[in-house]
């Protein structure tokens, strides 16, 4: 990328993947990606070559989140150079695959834009995630999606945080694209939630379009949710949970929580009460899979970053 004038250049953006099943039993993008593998038509544009990928076929098999460890938090330099071979554990072993097919992480060679297909158990709604607060085609493109999806809500959830960010099957391209839609339960097809996501979709290739046929896109702003920490339930000594989200907290994704705010209700019906020293906006609250990884759910503050304009090189 370079930019005079305070523009950003990009070249232009041909390699495009779309990932679905990187978590096995998220359905929407699973089945949207075999449909697109059978039929590309809906995701070809002029000058693209977008590519549906089902990034974890053993977990799609067995319908479940991965089989030995999760593919979304697999990539980093460790695993990706390890050697070794079969008896690495398999999302290791696909991670090196996928960063070999699409990558190299960080490499000049890798994909332009991968687009990573997730569902959650919460109540989310359509949700981008944006890895970094510098990325402007990224920020650009979702102020595009933003405005096509309006009056519908499309929320940006931005993970740059330097101890809670992971290593994401989409960190493989230059601009990684998460898109995380809900509710919907592992395992199941919601047909509300399938079309959200498909709609996203649409959306994003006709921005990518647009860049590489020359559009100037003008400096713009965007809301973003920046991550500041997980919250994890209430445990004992063991480790086993002893409470449960709050009535008054459960799906109100994206709902300011204030201090003193009801957050956890015992299973012998106290209360616990939000102890922060400010507003903060909770997501992925109860999400099935964050159990394992000792969340409830995530505050994120709001705040508008600046994109700047951006034109294809
Ligand atoms: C519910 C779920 O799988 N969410 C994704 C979020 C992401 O793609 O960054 C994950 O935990 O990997
Ligand atoms: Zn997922």
Redesign the pocket.
């Known amino acids: 990328m370079s930019s005079y004038n305070n523009t950003a250049r990009f070249s232009e953006a041909r390699r495009v993947a779309i990932f679905g099943g ?2 096995g039993n ?1 359905m929407s993008g699973v089945t949207l990606v075999n449909l697109w593998t059978k039929n590309g038509t809906e995701i070809q544009r002029k000058g693209v070559e977008a590519v549906p990928f089902i990034t974890n076929p053993k977990a799609v098999e067995k319908c479940t ?1 991965y089989v030995d460890t ?1 593919l ?2 697999a990539f980093t330099p460790e695993n990706l150079s390890a050697p070794g071979g079969n008896d690495l554990p398999y999302e290791v072993l696909r991670a090196q695959e996928i960063n070999r097919i699409f990558g190299p992480k960080g490499s000049p060679e890798a994909y332009d834009v991968i687009f ?1 297909l ?5 109540n989310m709604g359509c949700t981008l ?1 944006l890895e970094s607060s510098k990325d402007h085609f990224n920020l650009q493109m979702m102020n595009y999606i933003k405005k096509a999806m309006a009056p519908a809500s499309c929320l940006v959830l931005m ?1 740059e945080h330097p101890l809670l960010k ?1 290593s ?1 099957s ?1 960190s493989v391209a230059k601009h990684p694209v ?1 898109l ?1 839609v ?1 509710p919907q339960p592992q395992g199941v097809l919601r047909s509300n939630i399938f079309e959200a996501m498909r709609v996203i979709l649409k959306h994003a290739l006709d921005f990518i379009e647009l860049f590489n046929e020359g559009v100037e896109f003008p400096p713009c702003t965007v809301e973003v949710f920046r991550v500041l920490e997980w919250i994890d339930y209430p445990r004992d000594a063991n480790g086993n949970i002893i409470a449960m989200v709050h009535p008054n907290l459960q799906d109100c994704d994206w709902e300011p929580l204030n201090p003193g705010d009801p957050m956890f209700q015992t299973f012998d019906g106290k209360t616990i009460h939000y102890q922060g020293s400010g507003t903060v906006y909770p997501t ?1 609250i109860n ?1 099935a ?2 159990y394992e ?1 000792q969340q409830a759910f995530i505050t994120t503050r709001r705040e508008t970053l600046v994109a700047s304009a951006i034109i294809k090189a």
């Not at 997730?118 to 919460?122: D, G, R, V």
């Open positions: 990187t978590h998220e989140r999760d979304n938090r990573d997730h569902n959650t158990t919460s995630i993970n992971y994401t989409r998460g995380e809900g992925f999400e899979a964050y990884k």
